[in-house]
């Protein structure tokens, strides 16, 4: 059984940075798709970026060229590195995982197709 524990929340001004991390762990397994979310109050959690074992990641509009994602596979670690961070970027981020790789889930980002979730870290941009 996968289990996620995400770190590296805060509260930081417009413009500032922040770099969260997330392990996986109960497995020794990596061909496993990992991703990021965020959730806000009185909004569906959304799809931010996603990463294979290989490296081959995907984001999201809202995030593309701001944010990155990266994955230490030998640690079972992904990163986001999150740059120029506006007030509309506050929310709850998750980490997820699957149970196979992005690829073979068609690079399908519904949160429904992501068995094992963290318990979020807060992020908080004003």
């Known amino acids: 059984h996968v289990q996620l524990v995400e770190s590296g929340g805060g509260s930081v001004q417009p413009g500032g940075s922040l770099r969260l991390s997330c392990v996986a762990s109960?497995?020794?397994?990596?061909?496993?798709?990992m991703g990021w979310y965020r959730e806000v109050p009185g909004k569906s959690r959304e799809a931010l970026a996603h990463i294979d074992d290989n490296g081959s990641m995907r984001h999201f509009a809202q995030v593309q060229g701001r944010f990155l994602i990266s994955r230490n596979s030998g640690q079972n670690t992904i990163y986001f590195q999150m740059n120029n961070l506006k007030p509309e970027d506050t929310g709850t981020y998750f980490c997820a995982a699957g149970r196979v790789s992005c690829l073979r889930m068609g690079w399908m980002s519904l949160p429904g197709a992501f068995p094992y979730w963290g318990q979020g870290t807060q992020v908080t941009v004003s």
């Open positions: 109960g497995t020794t397994n990596t061909d496993f798709c």
